[in-house]
């Protein structure tokens, strides 16, 4: 599996545009900004992926 979209949903990576209101195992959610820290942290996970 891919990284996630370094901007998609703290807590499942989806893209805001067509997030809508998703189901998981902690309960439904809507697309919630993601912080400094996990932007950064899929940012490196996408680049070391394509090495």
Do not use: V
Not at 8 to 15: K, L, P, Q, T, V
């Amino acid at each position: 599996m891919s990284a996630p979209n370094p901007m998609g949903c703290a807590r499942c990576g989806i893209d805001q545009r067509g997030h809508g209101i998703q189901a998981g195992a902690d309960g439904s959610h809507t697309w919630e900004q993601p912080t400094p820290e996990q932007i950064k942290e899929r940012m490196l996970a996408r680049r070391s992926g394509r090495a």
